[in-house]
């Protein structure tokens, strides 16, 4: 019997497309007890995950242009263990564990059960 998990060709992982991905949400921090102010803390959906990240088409963005679902670039992964919500931020590396080369906000996400489609902004 074939699973029903997201199962992505080799190939698919490897050409120019391919990125790994950290997804989180950031809550403040708040205060210590001197009132000196904490950092964020992150929420994690995924860490290092393999993903494929492709830019939004001419045509695509002018027929979302001026509404709020306006999105630069469209990003597909595996399903995670937890919904992702709208306002997550995506930082976008090229190797696993390597820089941050960019970073998006989702703007919508979509779980096809198997995989997910996760609508982005550049910030």
């Known amino acids: ?14 050409d120019e497309h391919s990125v790994f991905v950290d997804i989180y949400t950031e809550t403040p921090g708040g205060d ?22 492709q830019p939004r088409s001419g045509s695509e963005r002018a027929a979302q242009s001026g509404t709020s679902y306006e999105s630069t670039h469209v990003l597909f992964l595996g399903s995670t263990p937890q919904p992702i ?8 590396r090229r190797e696993e564990g390597g820089a941050v080369v960019a970073r998006y906000v989702v ?17």
């Open 1 to 14: 019997m074939r699973s029903l998990g997201f199962e992505a060709p080799g190939e698919l992982m490897t």
């Open 32 to 53: 210590d007890p001197d009132g000196n102010p904490l950092p964020p803390q992150k929420q994690y959906f995924a860490q290092n995950a393999g993903a494929d990240l």
């Open 85 to 92: 919500p709208a306002g997550a931020m995506v930082d976008v």
């Open 107 to 123: 703007v919508f996400p979509a779980n096809f059960g198997t995989h997910l489609q996760l609508d982005l902004k550049a910030v």
